[in-house]
């Protein structure tokens, strides 16, 4: 459970390494992993475009069993943030990596040419692949199969990784690694593709007590409302009209959480007219989550994964687009260009209210971006992916466009240059928290409050409140989500399966000897500590953990939450007290020693 | 200081002979409104009290109007639910609960005049709201005292639910919830399976009266909401209360007999949901399909105890975005004809094809069976020479038990 494979791209050397047991057992794999392996290579202040930041792909100890819906996560220090950035994929390649033989690749350098690094059953080579440059994510990733073989699982980057556009993902089988920036990484060490083939077997600590704790994962999930309906019907969107109800649904950048066009672009509204396949898109998936659809455009039609919730809200209510099929292939366009949904439909809708309050006046506009109108999104989106016009200021992000214009970084939705996801904070304060300290900026699968603030999932909480208890919500979630992402499973098994099912997979799969499952959740607590220790290396501290002037000073207009600001300040200080971090964030010198981590880092 | 009312009627729920349950909820109506099994009550109950179910629980509206399914010797004992929540409030025709409220809508005298052989009212613990904890416990000890006075059982559903409950102390807070519960006077409590045996078993403990283990969502098939009651039981449990895997399931008579059969007659899960033992092929439901592989990754773990995809006896073609077809045996017999050696031959009794390797060419293997498969389901295993063979798993496929989504499915062998 411990090689790492090492490459060197600039001097092509590859290596592998055996890490010591004692980090293992105290970060489990995935994210703890990964976390620690950045923690320990990059050095602070490093761009993260340049050859010594690093790149890591790691796996956790599901990862190529038979546990439900297994995922992998890509780690690197983010272009978008400048913090650490942990993402996770779907697909089949984390399984494959494990069946060649490593638990994670570590890249570093930069190759002289356009490159792509083949992992085959234990062989290590990186080919020249120019005439790979330039191509789309789906066509580059089904000519790395047609020239090296069947069996292939292939990560690749789309055009906008290639120009470093920090909102740039790795893609593969139609899923990504979305946030952060992570394809722009690879684009900055000429990495087009990641291919990884092999066919050596995975194995268990203790098989009949594994099978068994398995077959109670997936038993559980198959008695869960969420898991064995909503989310296998109405995929991820199965929410929307819920936190549409609950004044949460990011509308027009923000300005308000209620959307008029809501009905139209619901999970129960796509299920209806538009998807035509559930798809497990991981390996293992026992939820699917994932719809397949065509989308009609210009004559044409094209196939779609998606769209889901967050692309939804994204380039859907956030821009006032209420066309289906509009959204559908908006996220096709990002998807082959390579960008991320999120931040491509933030990024729209802040262009949108920037011409609504005239900052844009004089300036040559390829369309009128107005809110509502879903050709003018498609139009500006397919700019972003190729780069092109107006397109190649806007692929920088929030953060930068807003630099450009003084004034509208009061509504420019975003933290730490990551943009805001589907869940307005002022309409549930946990979110507003975990937007604030999560350690790659804003975002929604750090500490999903959202369901127990929103929808209700296990008895729910007060959206509004912002007490010590709240706090203590979003803690508790940001704990047992690091646990599932360094296991490394999908964070919707968390809706179906409770730690404790995790713990037992993960215990008989590894055999350590973890107590309990709070003992697990502890190893979370750890791994997020360790993480903001990165984040401190590189400068940051409260003064970062903030959100945009919008959610912290105008009051939301209208539902449920109606007159409400995000209460940070006071969810900060309880935050960083039960975190064992000082008051300005700063893990304290005891906390890293009693925790676990003073001795491995 | 027994109270020979309670025992009375605390027998016609749990039956005295061995001490078990079978209790179907139906009061969905009250907390969900109408949802699926129970837009006509009457109708499904029915169905219901046909599988003979030892008690049903319903609100106290519908157990005034429905009142004619409980007389008779035979029928099933009437549980009044005496309290309402918004704690499971459906989203669809409002918002979540904001903190969650309880109140009492019966009282015990009230449910005796109904006919109530017993009453049943939630505990939550898991909220951090101090004055919601202490009615909480207020309106326990009240009902306790009540049915005390009048010899009414009182069962409390004893349920960790709110913001403070953790993937890590969920089964611990079961157990807590039981305890307090009892301590308020509880005579049976009804609540959710902690997940595994142990755990479980170690809450009935320290609960100390019979404990009643509920369903929760619908399960997707009969065999898993089966295996908890099972389990359940292994752990000391006295039996369940099921709601909606009751009402919702297809056939709700049959589901309370098949559940009866694990509670009161001890049979097995398997013996009770596919008792057919002879021989079996292997049906696709191609459309069903959603690519997840999860069949070839037990297969290789079954077979090999390691899991790779390309050591599985079942072939998945998947290419996005809308090809997936799962290609498993199909006992057309071509590589038992193309093996020279009678490696293969049909498996006497079960008839799947079985391998013998002492029978085998080596050290290479001629491979001959590889290429005969005109679906490529059999493989190639390089490290010992043989060929992956489906056996069928002996009459008990796991790629048909792991498959999320009924694409593969057993039938009987018919006409070999």
């Given at each position: 459970m411990n090689r790492i494979l090492t490459v060197d791209l600039t001097q092509e050397k590859f290596n592998t390494q055996s890490l010591d047991e004692r980090v293992v057992y105290r970060l489990l794999g995935g994210k703890g992993l990964a976390t620690w392996i950045l923690y320990q290579m990059v050095k602070p202040d490093v761009n993260p475009l340049d050859p010594e930041n690093v790149l890591a792909l790691a796996t956790g100890p599901l990862n190529g069993t038979i546990a439900p819906c297994q995922k992998l996560c890509i780690a690197s220090k983010s272009p978008a943030t400048g913090t650490i950035n942990d993402s996770y994929m779907g697909g089949w390649i984390g399984g494959e990596l494990k069946f060649s033989g490593y638990d994670a690749v570590v890249i570093t350098g930069r190759a002289e040419h356009p490159s792509m690094l083949v992992v085959d059953d234990g062989n290590v080579s990186v080919k020249r692949c120019e005439r790979l440059w330039g191509m789309n994510t789906s066509a580059a990733e089904r000519k790395v199969i047609e020239e090296l073989g069947e069996g292939f699982k292939v990560a690749v980057i789309g055009p906008a990784g290639e120009r470093m556009s920090p909102i740039a993902p790795v893609f593969s089988n139609l899923r990504s690694a979305g946030r952060g920036g992570l394809g722009a990484v690879m684009g900055s060490k000429n990495l087009k593709a990641i291919a990884v083939r092999g066919f050596r077997g995975v194995k268990v600590h203790d098989e009949s007590m594994f099978e068994r704790m398995v077959w109670i994962a997936l038993r559980t999930l198959r008695m869960n409302e969420v898991t064995v309906r909503s989310l296998p019907i109405y995929g991820t969107d199965n929410i929307l009209l819920t936190i549409n109800e609950t004044g949460a649904l990011p509308t027009r950048n923000f300005q308000t959480g209620r959307f008029e066009g809501a009905e139209m672009i619901s999970g129960e509204s796509y299920r209806s007219e538009l998807w035509l396949k559930d798809f497990s898109c991981c390996l293992g998936c026992n939820i699917r989550c994932s719809k397949i659809m065509k989308a009609k455009r210009g004559g044409g039609e094209v196939y779609v994964d998606g769209p889901d919730y967050e692309t939804i809200f994204s380039l859907g209510s956030n821009c006032g687009v209420s066309d289906k099929e509009a959204i559908a292939y908006a996220n096709y366009l990002c998807d082959e260009y390579g960008i991320d949904t999120i931040s491509v439909g933030v990024i729209i809708a802040f262009y949108m209210e920037l011409y609504e309050k005239g900052y844009l006046k004089g300036e040559d506009l390829p369309v009128k971006p107005i809110f509502g109108d879903g050709e003018a999104m498609v139009k500006l989106a397919e700019l972003i992916?190729?780069?092109?016009?107006?397109?190649?200021?806007l692929q920088m992000g929030v953060k930068r466009l807003a630099e450009k214009y003084p004034g509208s970084e009061k509504f420019a939705m975003h933290v730490k240059g990551l943009e805001m996801p589907g869940y307005e904070p002022r309409a549930a304060q946990g979110m507003g928290l975990c937007y604030a300290v999560s350690e790659r900026g804003a975002c929604h699968l750090r500490a999903y409050t959202a369901g127990v603030e929103l929808c209700g999932y296990g008895g729910g909480a007060d959206p509004l409140s912002h007490d010590r208890a709240k706090v203590q919500l979003a803690i508790d979630r940001q704990d047992e989500k690091a646990v599932v992402d360094s296991s490394v499973l999908c964070f919707f098994t968390l809706f179906g399966l409770k730690l404790k099912e995790v713990y037992q997979m993960v215990v008989s799969a590894t055999g350590f000897e973890y107590k309990d499952p709070d003992e697990l959740k502890k190893l979370g607590a750890r791994i997020i500590t360790l993480s903001r220790l990165f984040n401190v290396r590189e400068g940051f501290s409260r003064k970062d953990d903030t959100l945009p002037y919008r959610c912290l000073e105008e009051p939301l207009p209208e539902g449920p939450a109606r007159g409400q600001v995000v209460h940070l300040d006071e969810m900060l200080d309880e935050y960083y007290e039960l975190r064992g971090w000082d008051h300005e964030g700063i893990p304290e010198k005891e906390t890293v020693s009693k925790i676990g981590l003073k001795d491995i880092i | 200081m027994t109270n020979i009312g309670k025992e009375i009627r605390l027998s016609r729920i749990i039956d005295p002979e061995d001490g078990k349950a079978v209790v179907v909820?139906?009061?969905?109506?009250?907390?969900?409104?109408?949802?699926?099994?129970?837009?006509?009550?009457?109708?499904?109950?029915?169905?219901?009290?046909?599988?003979?179910?030892?008690?049903?629980?319903?609100?106290?509206?519908?157990?005034?109007?429905?009142?004619?399914?409980?007389?008779?010797?035979?029928?099933?004992?009437?549980?009044?639910?005496?309290?309402?929540?918004?704690?499971?409030?459906?989203?669809?025709?409002?918002?979540?609960a904001r903190s969650i409220k309880r109140v009492a809508v019966a009282n015990a005298k009230g449910a005796l005049s109904l006919g109530a052989s017993g009453i049943v009212t939630y505990y939550f613990i898991g909220h951090s709201e101090d004055e919601t904890e202490a009615y909480n416990f207020q309106l326990t000890s009240i009902f306790s005292r009540e049915c005390e006075k009048l010899g009414l059982p009182f069962i409390v559903e004893a349920l960790p639910f709110g913001e403070r409950v953790t993937g890590a102390n969920y089964a611990q807070l079961i157990s807590v919830a039981m305890r307090i519960a009892v301590e308020a006077g509880a005579d049976a409590i009804k609540t959710a399976y902690t997940g595994d045996v142990d755990s479980f078993r170690r809450a009935v403990r320290s609960a100390g009266v019979p404990v009643l283990v509920l369903g929760g969502a619908k399960a997707r098939t009969l065999r898993d909401a089966l295996e908890v009651v099972e389990e359940a039981l292994t752990a000391g449990g006295s039996g369940v209360v099921f709601g909606r895997q009751v009402v919702q399931a297809d056939d709700p008579k049959t589901f309370v007999s098949s559940v009866r059969m694990v509670v009161h007659e001890g049979k097995s899960v398997r013996d009770v949901i596919s008792p057919y033992r002879g021989p079996i092929r292997?049906?696709?439901?191609?459309?069903?399909?959603?690519?997840?592989?999860?069949?070839?990754?037990?297969?290789?773990?079954?077979?090999?105890?390691?899991?790779?995809?390309?050591?599985?006896?079942?072939?998945?073609?998947?290419?996005?975005?809308?090809?997936f077809m799962p290609f498993p045996c199909t006992l057309c017999g071509k590589c038992v004809e193309a093996c020279p050696t009678q490696a293969l031959t049909f498996n006497p009794e079960l008839k799947y094809v079985e391998f013998t390797a002492e029978r085998c060419i080596g050290p290479k293997g001629c491979r001959k069976c590889v290429d005969a498969c005109p679906f490529k389901v059999v493989g190639w295993n390089d490290d010992v020479k043989n060929p992956f063979i489906c056996d069928m798993c002996k009459g008990n496929p796991k790629c048909v038990e792991y498959c999320p989504t009924d694409a593969l499915l057993t039938a009987p062998l018919k006409g070999v």
């Open positions: 992916g190729k780069g092109e016009g107006v397109g190649k200021t | 909820a139906a009061d969905h109506g009250f907390m969900l409104g109408p949802i699926k099994g129970v837009v006509n009550l009457e109708e499904t109950l029915i169905k219901v009290v046909e599988g003979k179910p030892d008690a049903v629980l319903l609100s106290p509206g519908q157990a005034r109007r429905l009142n004619h399914l409980f007389r008779g010797k035979k029928a099933p004992a009437l549980l009044v639910r005496a309290d309402w929540t918004n704690a499971f409030r459906d989203k669809t025709y409002t918002l979540p292997l049906l696709v439901r191609a459309k069903n399909c959603v690519g997840c592989r999860e069949c070839q990754l037990a297969c290789s773990f079954f077979h090999e105890g390691e899991i790779s995809l390309k050591k599985s006896r079942i072939r998945v073609d998947v290419e996005l975005p809308e090809k």
